[in-house]
């Protein structure tokens, strides 16, 4: 089947592409610095300790071997160790998972569900005090370093009005652990005052995540529904008196939506960067902070680890963007 | 005539642009009766287009402003009724469009079947009249949705699209050119309406099928006794299916005659030129010298003014009323032409 | 059309369309303010020597007419102190666009131009730097190298060349595509010349627009990177690191933390908004004049 074609080619690039991307944290964490052993190490080593580590982790080896070694390793899902935790890399990472993806799924359906309707009625009802309004805002909302805004929220809805806790994922003993989803979990086994704890705690940092990407939904679905407004499809409904709403809401916004899908799928990736600095500032949890933490910690294999991560779930979500789209526009499914 | 169906009086619709008001339609007459397929001519600019979309009322609601006059259809100035009433009773209904672009006039995400079908279901002649404002609850009975589909197939079968029901469930793209103006024909036809306004329904097919498609337009709604509004610029498509054709210049109505006196008996000096221009085997190019005037500062009084021979004083203040010369044949021109065409340079 | 009577009649043309775009208008001005108030800061400070001076007595006092914006941990006067920043963040956000269009643009040129695996191996590796979000790759160089000023701006260009590369990728082979192309290749012009006259001042146009909002985004980043430690070290005065310093005296101290997140918000949006005005101005006027383009 065709369709079947088009996402076997686009996995095609999947590899290289990873492959790529390997090469840049190897060259990045190997040949780059002045001497990586050395930092590992410490600054209190000395030249004999240092050597000793060097043979140690495997540094002594030419570099186009340790490049094979560390895919090899990669590939049996083995990131190294973390000289802070101690703990497989691998390990730690799937531990903080769950926070930081009900994170960043919490800021994307508020997105979603208030970003694309916002977008249809800005467009409209172009240039009315809805529609300045809300040019207004999305272009403030791309201005705004989000670090800052978290901080603003905080300072304003925790320290100021005292309505929602400062910082932390709960309170208290997290729920039974069944999907890893406080939400979730808090609702399956019926835990109901953990589900409002958890969700307070969710409150500011989703918000303070979901903002800029609000601000570029609302902005291309308005952009996508106006240019659909100008098809010659639309005008002969108009012609042959279609009742508005049929228009609008049934073959406007479906056309407006192909690109608008496209958009939502790109938005995850922009929202897993943004939940780095996020969670750095409500001390979330999640994979952000423990890329922050092991940043100020030097943990450089904990860095390279979560760098390497990172641009693998990127990666997938843009070939699932790319697989999404062609089912959603059936014009590609027969080109 | 008898009572016309259609009857535009004075129209006056300007456009903003960038470099100021565009006059494009100056008080423009037009009559329609029931049944008779009237072609629109003139070139590209003289607002055919524009008072086509007057009449249907799709003209771009930001840049166009209609100034003044009146569109009657069946008596009602469409101008000044209520807009919902005639959104939901004449179009779609009364009076049914086919737009030049068959490629791009369907919506390319839904196959054919939901768009006809969603016609169907506001304006089928089967629909009642409704209550008021077309509400998002109305429901489409069972029955008549069944009706409806019959008429559907039927129809498709009449404009020869080949197995009707197969070819409900494609999408657009899957069609041709030919094709997608056939399904709009048949769209156009399913409401029973009076009057089918056709832009330029063939300029953007390829000329092998432009003939094919005009003949069965003309066939179906001779059959049905359906009115047409015809624009095009190309004379040989008017002489092809026109009862009667309407001769536009830069926005002014010049001339209008029955086919066969329109051919044989030109009047206004435009009419003659444009006549005359029209490549013959001889291998000569005749051109009318001059160019089309700019629609923000038009010349006054006639607008073909500046480009014609027989142009005097008159011409230049105000603008001709329209005379009969004969049996439907009004001419707007203080200098009609009595002489046979390709009489004079 | 490539003539330099058609260039400067465009340029004109663009700058009088800008003109009558109130919100580029805004941009456009918010930007210079920026500019003044990174070259005039010693003058327009009013405590100049803050940068470098500490006053431990006057430590944490609200805005006040001595100090208009108040006074940080350090009791260093905040208004002062965010002037200065200004010259960090514009020279970082210069040179950073600076480079990436510097190193980009040929790429994307280069793989635009030719068809083959040169073509196909340059957009994989600028697609592998896309594959990340700039923030992660940023932060990871930055971590490696250590933080300071240069750091910074390298890690940041690396990070957003592969943008510029893409737009000059898709302008030149659309560009390839139209007949005056051909036609000019058929007449024995060379690659060279091709380049210079028809395809560089047709991708001028998006290469602008992507700069301007590259200056938002990498100013954003910036920040963030300051925010996280990875910027130059105290006591240069970035306004990422002034608000993580910030953190610890809220909500007390609330001008602390504020002032330098809006300098942050203005500045961005000075670009921001300057940039939507100039795609707005440039995408449809300069394409509609060299092409019979459907639209």
Not at chain 1, 53 to 73: E, S, T
Not at chain 3, 202 to 213: E, G, L, Y
Request: aromatic share 8%; proline share 7%; net charge positive.
């Amino acid at each position: 089947m065709r369709l079947l074609a088009l996402a076997l080619h686009r996995l095609a690039w999947f590899v290289p592409t990873l492959l790529g991307l390997l090469l840049v944290t190897f060259v990045i964490s190997r040949v780059i610095p002045a001497d990586p052993v050395a930092l590992v190490a410490g600054e209190t080593a000395t030249p004999a300790q240092v050597e000793a580590l060097r043979r140690q982790l495997g540094f002594d080896r030419p570099l186009p071997v340790q490049f094979a070694d560390y895919v090899a390793r990669l590939a049996r899902g083995d990131m190294g160790t973390s000289i802070f935790t101690r703990r497989p890399i691998a390990e730690d990472l799937a531990h903080r998972l769950p926070a930081t993806i009900e994170l960043t799924l919490a800021a994307m359906v508020v997105s979603v569900l208030v970003g694309i309707p916002l977008g249809v009625l800005s467009a409209l009802w172009r240039n009315s005090l809805l529609d300045h309004a809300l040019r207004v805002a999305t272009v403030s909302g791309l201005a705004i370093a989000s670090f800052w805004l978290g901080i603003m929220l905080q300072l304003l809805f925790a320290m100021r009005l005292g309505w929602t806790p400062l910082n932390g994922r709960l309170q208290g003993f997290p729920p039974r652990s069944i999907t890893g989803f406080y939400l979730l979990d808090a609702v399956l086994t019926g835990d109901w005052p953990t589900f409002g704890g958890a969700l307070l705690h969710l409150a500011l940092p989703a918000a303070t995540l979901a903002f800029p990407a609000l601000a570029t939904l609302v902005r291309f679905t308005r952009a996508g529904v106006l240019d659909v407004m100008q098809s010659n499809f639309v005008l002969y409904e108009r012609a042959m008196g279609l009742p508005r709403f049929v228009i609008v809401w049934k073959y406007i916004l479906r056309s407006a939506l192909t690109s608008t899908v496209t958009q939502v799928g790109l938005l995850f990736g922009i929202l897993l960067a943004g939940a780095v600095v996020t969670e750095a500032v409500f001390d979330w949890p999640g994979i952000g902070t423990y890329a922050v933490n092991s940043i100020l910690r030097s943990d450089y294999n904990a860095v390279m680890g979560f760098t390497v991560w990172a641009g693998a779930i990127f990666i997938v979500v843009n070939l699932l963007v790319d697989v999404t789209h062609t089912l959603v526009d059936p014009r590609e499914r027969v080109s | 005539m008898s009572e016309p169906l259609l009857s535009v009086r004075g129209l006056h619709v300007d456009f903003v642009t960038d470099r100021g008001v565009a006059l494009v339609l100056d008080g423009v007459n037009l009559d329609i009766g029931p049944g008779e397929v009237v072609g629109l001519v003139g070139e590209s600019g003289c607002g055919k287009t524009t008072l086509a979309r007057a009449i249907l009322g799709i003209l771009p609601p930001g840049a166009a402003r209609i100034r003044g006059g009146e569109v009657r259809y069946r008596g009602q100035d469409l101008l000044r009724a209520d807009p919902i009433a005639v959104n939901d009773r004449v179009r779609g209904r009364g009076i049914t469009f086919i737009p030049q672009d068959p490629f791009t006039s369907f919506s390319p995400v839904f196959p054919v079947q939901t768009q006809i079908m969603d016609l169907m279901k506001w304006k089928s002649p089967r629909a009642g009249n409704g209550d008021g404002a077309p509400s998002p609850f109305r429901r489409y009975p069972r029955e008549r949705y069944r009706a409806d589909r019959e008429a559907v197939l039927d129809t498709l079968r009449a404009v020869q699209i080949p197995e009707p029901a197969r070819a409900l469930r494609r999408l657009p793209h899957e069609f041709s050119g030919g094709q997608r103006q056939r399904l709009m024909i048949a769209m156009a036809l399913l409401p029973r309406p009076d009057l089918i306004i056709a832009d330029e329904p063939t300029t953007a097919l390829d000329v092998t099928i432009q003939a094919q498609i005009l003949r069965l337009l003309r066939t179906l709604v001779k059959e049905r006794g359906v009115s047409v509004l015809f624009t095009t610029h190309d004379l040989g498509t008017a002489h092809e299916i026109c009862d009667r054709i309407v001769v536009m210049y830069a926005g002014q109505e010049v001339e209008a005659a029955p086919t066969a006196a329109f051919f044989s008996h030109p009047a206004h000096p435009y009419t003659r030129r444009l006549l005359a221009s029209v490549p013959t085997p001889d291998g000569e190019i005749r051109d009318i010298p001059g160019e089309v005037p700019s629609l923000v500062e038009p010349p006054a009084g006639c607008r073909f003014h500046p480009r014609c021979d027989y142009a005097s004083a008159e011409c230049r203040s105000a603008r001709p009323a329209p005379r009969m010369r004969a049996a439907a044949h009004a001419v707007s021109c203080y200098h009609p032409v009595d002489a046979p065409p390709g009489s004079d340079a | 059309m490539s003539s330099s009577k058609g260039a400067s009649t465009a340029v004109w043309f663009v700058l009088r369309r800008l003109t009558r775009d109130r919100s580029a208008l805004l941009g456009f001005a918010l930007i210079v303010a920026l500019l003044l108030a990174a070259l005039l800061a010693p003058v327009l400070s009013t405590h100049p020597d803050d940068v470098f001076e500490l006053h431990p007595s006057e430590r944490l006092r609200a805005p006040s007419r001595a100090h208009w914006l108040g006074t940080d941990r350090m009791g260093a006067d905040v208004y002062s102190r965010l002037l200065f920043g200004a010259r960090i963040t514009i020279l970082i956000g210069v040179i950073a666009v600076g480079a990436s269009l510097i190193v980009g643009v040929p790429v994307g040129l280069v793989a635009g131009y030719y068809h083959g695996w040169v073509s196909d191996l340059l957009m994989r590796v600028s697609d592998v730097f896309l594959a990340v979000p700039q923030v992660v790759l940023a932060i990871a160089i930055a971590q490696t190298l250590g933080p300071s000023l240069p750091n910074v701006i390298l890690a940041l260009s690396a990070t957003y060349w592969p943008w510029f590369a893409r737009v000059a990728y898709a302008e030149t082979r659309s560009i390839q595509k139209e007949v005056f192309v051909e036609s000019t290749a058929a007449l024995g012009a060379s690659p060279w010349r091709l380049t210079a006259l028809h395809v560089l001042p047709n991708i001028a146009s998006p290469i602008i627009v992507r700069a301007s909002i590259g200056m938002g985004f990498t100013i954003l980043t910036a920040a963030a990177l300051g925010f996280l430690g990875l910027g130059p070290p105290p006591p240069t005065p970035e306004w990422g690191r002034t608000i993580a310093e910030s953190r610890e005296f809220l909500p007390d101290a609330w001008w602390y933390a504020t002032a330098p997140g809006l300098a942050i918000f203005l500045t961005v949006m000075g670009f921001n908004l300057l940039g939507d005005g100039l795609r707005d101005v440039l995408d449809p006027r300069l394409r509609r004049t060299h092409t019979a383009r459907d639209e």
